[in-house]
């Protein structure tokens, strides 16, 4: 903008000084033109009355050199002239200037050379005998006092063009520098020209829409940032370029980054050939999906393109953590083929038996062992049922009638109905404890307490010691049985689950005790901790959340 304005300033002094120069130049032409020609006249005057009294005598006596004098008679003959010969001369009856003076008195002319360089200007007057005088003199044309001058003029314009430079850009400075110290971030508190008022004024305006607009950008990103920053599924936005526009806190830890990876290309968090090949059908503007193990977790990407105007701007990728519904998948099917096992080998006992008793291959003394065979088994098909039926009321999460129930005197029941077939391996149970109040269903609280104590006397060791422990909202059960090798401490709880098989066949378990007791704790919100070494035995609390005791 200086260089604008000293180059507008510049041109503008250069042009008005070559304005004024001209003008200048016409004016003092002109003036000293009519200078001349007045004392022309003047001294037409003069010579007149000189040649009307002494005639051609006066004539012949003058000594000057800045005019020409010729007497012309009435038929236009040169009587006298001052810088030729008469007698020489040409016929001046044409000319207008005489022409004039004859016909009016007086007559005046002026007549340029064919250079342009000189004019000559001529005045005549009409004297008594008829004869006309004339006086001329030449001067250089306009042209040719702009040529003589050239000199003088190129050091003036020089000096002109120097002096505009300085004045320019001295100019243009003064003007730019109020400018330049313009407060744009408070336009009204600016003491400038006034002529910027307006545009002050405009700027203002325009900070407090953009104010606005950014406050309420900011406060759209502060939602969206909370929004996806809260959620558990990754979520990464990916510009045209592959760029990443966003992620949320769920993908940095999903691709090991941080925040710090927006506006880096999509590569520099993930070079899997996976990923990059559904970003890419994503880029052709087809959805895709793919799972993916990562860090022991499976997961679900979904990618789909993000399309405006029928063109795909960029790509939105959803990671899905799927890892629990994975597992849950597998031990349905696992569930599903236990459960067809272990119906199927209690019907298999009883169909055997049924079928040689029937065919009277049955001695009327192994009777008796083969009629409780089928019992045993039928029992055992009946608990397994029951056990299936518990479980899937807990998965279905149905509302059971829930009331204030004391947890020792819970145990204690638990351990009196077990307490024959504690009798029968010579386990001996202790139930301790204070007064515990659970607001909870009581048939699973029994459950809880019943499936621990039982467990505990299955795995015991012959002569071995169950204990019972109620305080502080949770109920522990501690045996000296055979433990739970630590491979297997995080699968006890699953469903059908055996670290022994054959020592579960022997003591007619479901496998289904334990995955109960997880369930029924669920239910009531409480934790579960399972403490067990090999050959000394198993401790697991079940720890209730507090509870206010309504008694």
Known sequence: ???????????????????????????????????????LSAELQLAAQGVENNGIGFLEGLHISDYRITWISSDGSVIYDSMADADQMENHLNRQEVQDALSTGTGSGVRTSTTLSERTYYLAQLLSDGTVLRLSYSTDSVFALLLGMSYAIAII????????????????????????????????????????????????????????????LHKRQTEFSAVTDNMSEGLVLLGADGSILSINHAATEIFGADSSAVGKDMLTIDRSRQVQELLGHAMSGKHSEIIISRNGREYQFNASPILSEGKVNGVALLAFDITEKELMERQRREFSAN????????????????ELIENGLVKADDMPRFISRIRTEATRLVTLIDDIIRLSQLDEGTEMPKEQVDLLAVANEAAEALSSAAADRHVEINVSGTHTYIYGVRRLLYEIAYNLCENAIKYNKEGGKVSIEVSNNSITVTDTGIGIPPEHQSRVFERFYRVDKSHSRETGGTGLGLSIVKHAALYHGADIKLESHVDQGTKITVIFPEQKVEK
Request: net charge neutral; aromatic share 8%; charged share 20%.
């Open 339 to 354: 459960v067809s096992h272990e119906l199927k080998t209690p019907l298999h006992s009883i169909m055997g038996s049924a």
């Open 1 to 39: 903008m200086t260089k604008k304005i000293f180059r507008s300033t510049f041109l503008v002094s250069f042009i008005v000084f070559l304005a004024c120069m001209i003008l200048s130049l016409g004016f003092l032409y002109s003036y000293f033109s009519e200078l001349q020609q007045s004392q």
């Open 157 to 216: 314009i020089i000096l002109a063009v120097i002096l505009s430079l300085l004045l320019s850009k001295r100019l243009a400075k003064r003007i730019i520098q109020p400018l330049n110290k313009l407060d744009l971030d408070n336009p009204l508190e600016n003491d400038t020209y006034e002529e910027l008022s307006p545009l002050l004024t405009r700027i203002m305006h325009q900070h407090r829409q953009i104010d606005e607009q950014l406050e309420e």
